[in-house]
């Protein structure tokens, strides 16, 4: 007996129904992306495992999907090296190219590599799948897509506005409520300073960004253990958590970073971000989180992360401002700063939250019942009229039973059938039936075009 089927954990397949919502996201997400003047690119899904590593920290490395080299990829590799089971060293000499991880460094090979064919500063946008070696839950897949808007060779902090307007009028088409909440990496370094321990920032960035996923008390034992004493966490402990309004916190800011010449432009850029807010009146939700700290080693400037106020999930949106990016490709000096939109943690959202539109264009309006040749033939040219008319129009296949043709309608959701028989041939006239009311009536061609039209 045959093995049943299967695809890998963490990868899903799509019905068309499903397809079809997905396409409602792209599609509105794109829409808002050409509003604001981004242009689209496309990159492979394998890049050069140089151009990934090293990129998204120690724990990102491990997440890549590697590619075994083609042909006899063991060949090369000396049985020495077999013999001490160094994972890491092996791959080097038997993988050199991987999936990508995200749309951000695949984008920043891209400016290298094209500098001389994109005008600066340099607007784009990319929607397409990436994928990690992650452990597989709810809202997490290691196959999604990602909706990337990024704008190089400018430091301009009207960027960041942009970027932060850009979210407000994509969930707003979508009809989601929101929050954006917004840090700054050099208030990070800044309090890195503050607690005297710079050589440890990425362990206290890992550890305090996972302040809602474990809490305090977790993140501050996180903290010790990585050989951060307990007076410099009780330094740290009322920065990450103040609950007070914007202003208040900047001021706190202010008041605690001043022996940081870095924490203090991290400061000013935060006001400066809030005051374009204020001043471009954005309706969004957008909180400054001090705790807010992402992952990810290239953010030097302003990180985004978004959160559903409606679902319990992880975040749909993040990004951030990256200063020397594309240095690691030996192109120094552009800075650049974007935000990406988790498509399938989107759609879960839209799904729980049952904000999908009820209509959906792709699919089918009109089916016309098949009696038989000589009707399907009389069929054939009324439906070329409709289609070309912007009606999505199918002649069942075959003939069959109405009762089955009927099932198959309802079974796609098609909200009218069209019923020609002899009768309706001698009159020209077809009898049309909504499906979801029975109602039925009998109209020309003209007739029914300008019905479904509307």
């Known amino acids: 007996m045959a ?12 019905i068309p129904a499903e397809t079809i919502r997905r396409n409602y996201i792209f599609d509105t997400i794109k829409s808002v992306f050409s509003l604001f003047a981004y242009q689209p690119i496309e990159t492979p899904a394998m890049e050069n495992l140089s151009t990934l590593m090293g990129k998204y920290g120690e724990e990102g490395d491990k997440l890549l999907f590697k590619i075994l080299n083609s042909g006899d990829y063991a060949s090369k590799v000396k ?32 400016v290298v590599q094209h500098q001389n064919e994109i005008n600066f500063p340099f607007k ?76 440890k920032l990425i362990d206290i960035t890992v550890a305090i960004d996972k302040l ?102 992880g975040s749909i949106t993040g990004g951030g401002r990256y200063d020397d990016l594309t240095g690691i490709f030996g192109m120094k000096d552009v800075s650049g700063v974007g935000i990406s939109f988790g498509a399938d943690r989107i759609y879960d959202v839209l799904t ?8 959906e264009k792709e699919q089918t309006q009109l089916m016309f019942v098949n009696f038989g040749e000589q009707e399907s033939l009389y069929i054939l040219p009324l439906l070329k009229q409709v289609r070309e008319a912007g009606i999505n129009a199918e002649l069942y296949s075959k003939t069959a039973k109405m009762k089955k043709q009927f099932s198959y309608a309802n079974q796609k959701s098609i909200p009218f059938v069209a019923i020609i028989g002899e009768q309706e041939m001698e009159s020209k006239t077809i009898q049309l039936k909504n499906m979801d009311t029975g109602e039925q009536e009998n109209l020309n061609i003209e007739m029914l075009i300008s019905k479904l039209s509307l």
């Not at 093995?3 to 799509?14: A, E, H, L, V």
């Not at 000499?93 to 984008?107: A, H, M, Q």
């Not at 997490?140 to 060779?153: M, P, S």
Request: a neutral charge; hydrophobic letters at 35%; glycine letters at 6%.
């Open 124 to 199: 784009r946008y990319q929607i397409q799948p990436v994928w990690r070696a992650d452990r597989p839950q709810k809202g997490r897949y290691r196959e999604f897509f990602q909706c990337d808007v990024d704008v190089v060779g400018s430091d301009s902090l009207l960027n960041e506005l942009e970027l932060i307007q850009i979210v407000e009028e994509v969930f707003k088409r979508l009809n989601l409520e929101v929050t954006l909440k917004i840090n700054n990496r050099k208030i990070l370094v800044g309090i890195a300073e503050l607690i005297g321990h710079q050589d």
């Open 212 to 313: 809602d996923k474990i809490g305090l008390d977790n993140v501050m034992q996180e903290l010790m253990t990585k050989g951060i004493s307990a007076d410099k966490i009780e330094i740290l402990k009322p920065i990450i958590t103040h609950q007070g309004s914007t202003k208040e916190k900047i001021d706190l800011l202010k008041d605690k970073l001043k022996v940081s010449d870095i924490g203090m432009q991290g400061v000013q850029e935060i006001e400066t971000v809030f005051n374009y807010i204020y001043s471009a009146k954005v309706d969004l939700n957008v909180e400054l989180d001090l705790s807010l700290a992402r992952g990810l080693n290239y953010y030097t400037g302003a990180i985004f992360e978004v959160k559903s106020n409606e679902v319990e999930i």
């Open 3 to 14: 093995q049943k089927p299967s695809i890998p954990k963490g990868t899903r397949d799509f």
């Open 352 to 359: 729980q939250t049952k904000k999908f539109p009820v209509y």
């Open 79 to 110: 049985d020495e090296a077999w013999q001490t089971k160094n994972s890491q060293k092996l791959t080097t000499k038997i993988s050199e190219k991987g999936l990508r991880y995200d749309l951000t460094v695949p984008f920043a090979r891209f």
